[in-house]
T-cell receptor, first 113, second 111 residues
Framework: DAGVIQSPRHEVTEMGQEVTLRCKPI?????LFWYRQTMMRGLELLIY????????DSGMPEDRFSAKMPNASFSTLKIQPSEPRDSAVYFC???????????FGPGTRLLVL | GQQLNQSPQSMFIQEGEDVSMNCTSS?????WLWYKQDPGEGPVLLIA?????ELTSNGRLTAQFGITRKDSFLNISASIPSDVGIYFC???????????FGKGTMLLVSP
């Protein structure tokens, strides 16, 4: 199995630009999670989906952030407009069941100048 | 909300030494997990604990689920350079899909 795939691995952009992060979960996994990791706040859950439906988006910082999952094999996290404080590592994770292990992707390292 | 306090924040040890780190919570969890994150990668699950008092080993790693269900510890015996990374604890409640993560313990091992 290829594992969770994220793209791009690195993104450098200027403040105000739109950023789109992509994730392909492990085939057959019904749960998909988006996390943000910073030195100050550690790993924070932003949003998660079950069977392509957003279940809990209470961790999404503000309206500039949006996430979609149009099908079982693809999800996007979009930031528009981006700000320097959005600089972080964004992880996608998937699991086959709510009680099962979450498998993390390699992350996207975002730097907003 | 729930918070996990993980300690120590960082450790710098010599190869061959044993390591111990722990995690405490303000509330109970039904599952405790320990992840390791290598530089530039995502966290990888090391050990999962599902029962209060449970002691589980994975090679040189041993983890325990505290009796009160509010804490857990991870021990690494005879450390080697490839143990370098950030170790995270995470707690999960039954019926909830989400994990609460500690802020991590950064481990550095000198050859």
């Amino acid at each position: 199995d290829a594992g969770v795939i994220q793209s791009p691995r690195h993104e450098v952009t200027e403040m105000g630009q739109e950023v789109t992060l992509r994730c392909k979960p492990i085939s057959g996994h019904d749960y998909l999670f988006w996390y943000r990791q910073t030195m100050m706040r550690g790993l924070e859950l932003l949003i998660y989906f079950n069977n392509n439906v957003p279940i809990d988006d209470s961790g999404m910082p503000e309206d500039r952030f949006s996430a979609k999952m149009p099908n079982a094999s693809f999800s996007t996290l979009k930031i528009q407009p981006s700000e320097p404080r959005d600089s972080a590592v964004y992880f996608c994770a998937s699991s086959s069941d709510s009680r099962e292990t979450q498998y993390f992707g390699p992350g996207t390292r975002l730097l907003v100048l | 909300g729930q918070q996990l306090n993980q300690s120590p924040q960082s450790m710098f040890i010599q190869e061959g030494e044993d390591v111990s780190m722990n995690c405490t919570s303000s509330s109970i969890f039904n599952t405790w997990l320990w992840y390791k994150q290598d530089p530039g990668e995502g966290p990888v699950l090391l050990i999962a604990l599902y029962k209060a008092g449970e002691l589980t080993s994975n090679g040189r790693l041993t983890a325990q689920f505290g009796i009160t269900r509010k804490d857990s510890f991870l021990n690494i015996s005879a450390s080697i350079p490839s143990d370098v990374g950030i170790y995270f604890c995470a707690g999960q409640l039954t019926g909830y899909s989400t994990l609460t993560f500690g802020k991590g313990t950064m481990l550095l091992v000198s050859p």
